[in-house]
């Protein structure tokens, strides 16, 4: 068993101070959220922070906002972002999102963006479809591991609700490789 921090968890510190943190606390390794912080994209950067903490980056994941600078707006092609710079990294797993149940139109008002939430499938419902055809070849490119991660659930209007696409243990165990977020499956009110 491996102890991981993720650079997510302090996400308003900059990778310096996260790699430094992890390394103080004695982790295995590093799961590299990419973000808005231009430090999480570049890879001769990152090894340099592997080099100086012995730190080693064990896992990276992929973007969860549509709008990353430089980084790819359709969340098949962030996916396919993070297995290469996994690959340059020497990281064994991508971590992603299961797809919203509602699509998301991102707005911009002066310079910044907001999402707006879309009835349907939106664009989505090209991300289920890829994940239900085209994922498999994406793995079978790489020796990246592809994980898709559990999500949390909401309180609203008397019941629990997910805002993403298959949240059931069964339906997403028919992914070969799950992350399974230990406090997002927590909010899921179940008993057993």
Known sequence: MKFIFSTGSLYTYGLDRCFALSAQAGFDGVELMVDQRWDTRQAE????????????????????????????????????????????????VVVHHLPFRRGWKWIRLGTARFP????????????????????PDLQATTDVTLCIENMPARRSLGRTWTAHQWNTVEEIARFPALTMDTTHLGTWGWSR
């Open 116 to 135: 707006l939430p879309l009835p349907g499938q939106g664009s989505h419902g090209s991300y289920r479809r890829w994940l239900l055809e085209a994922y």
């Open 45 to 92: 950067y990152l090894k340099r922070l592997i080099e100086r903490y012995r730190q080693q980056v064990l896992a990276v994941h992929s973007p969860f906002t549509p709008y990353v600078p430089g980084w790819p707006e359709q969340e098949p092609d962030r996916i396919q972002a993070s297995v290469r710079l996994a690959e340059e990294l020497g990281a064994k």
